[in-house]
């Protein structure tokens, strides 16, 4: 049973719009979200995390929406860049010690020059 | 240092050898993490060691082994594996494992690629 969702396997936007990245999850205990980039032959690298008491988080380019009531979160980028061509992994976690991190499938994003 | 370093890169293995992966981080990290991925997946969560005791065993079988010599240290030993065992091992560090508020924010290493024949 998959608690968190990513369902489009993957995403193609040109360079300089906006990349929206979806996610959906079932566990409505998790009290945090997160994001993370992975290229290939890399770890994941953390990009940028959102506690579930907010409805928005912002980081330079990127920004988390959580829509709570629908058990829904996004990543938007803009603009987006070559460089932002990666694989995505929405997680989540809930609080506490020993909390794990728990992984959606993840999306390919590629971003045509 | 903003690393968490595995090795090896890559690893190949019959399923009678005896082998182990290595993880080392030293961001001061109390919590270590083994997580494991397959082609197309995403990462699995295996083991967790907090403050240098396993706290988290996933029900992975007794043929991967973990270890936690120190604080910055995380082996992985691997013993009579089987093909589909082949995967990426992922190793991560992170703060505290989650005890402080906010998110649980882990580092990840590149991970070792281990074939088994």
């Known amino acids: 049973d998959q608690q968190v969702k990513q369902n489009s396997p993957s995403l193609s936007v040109q360079e300089g719009r906006i990349s929206i990245l979806n996610c959906d999850y079932t566990?409505?205990?998790?009290?945090?979200f997160l994001w993370y980039k992975k290229y290939p032959a890399e770890g994941p690298t953390f990009l940028i995390s959102?506690?579930?008491?907010?409805d928005k988080n912002e980081d330079g380019r990127f920004t988390v929406f959580l829509n709570k009531s629908a058990k829904h979160l996004s990543l938007h980028i803009v603009p987006s860049q070559p460089g932002d061509s990666a694989v995505y992994f929405c997680?989540?976690?809930?609080?506490?010690?020993?909390?794990?991190?728990?992984f959606g499938k993840g999306i390919t994003l590629s971003v045509r020059p | 240092d903003t690393e968490v370093t595995q090795t090896p890169k890559h690893l190949v293995m019959g399923m009678t050898n005896k082998k182990s992966l290595k993880c080392e981080q030293h961001m001061g990290h109390r919590a270590m993490y083994w997580y494991k991925q397959k082609a197309k997946k995403p990462p699995e969560l295996m083991f967790v060691y907090s403050y240098e005791k396993l706290s988290i065993n996933e029900s992975v079988p007794s043929r991967f082994s973990p270890e936690c010599p120190n604080s910055s240290l995380l082996n992985l030993h691997l013993h009579a594996l089987q093909p589909e065992d082949s995967a990426l091992y992922l190793c991560?560090?992170?703060?505290?494992?989650?005890?402080?508020?906010?998110?649980?924010?882990?580092?990840f290493g590149a991970g070792s690629r281990l074939t088994v024949l």
């Open positions: 997680a989540a976690s809930r609080s506490g010690a020993n909390s794990k991190l728990t």
């Open positions: 959102i506690s579930s008491i907010k």
């Open positions: 991560a560090s992170s703060q505290d494992g989650g005890a402080a508020t906010g998110a649980n924010v882990l580092t």
């Open positions: 566990n409505s205990m998790f009290d945090y």
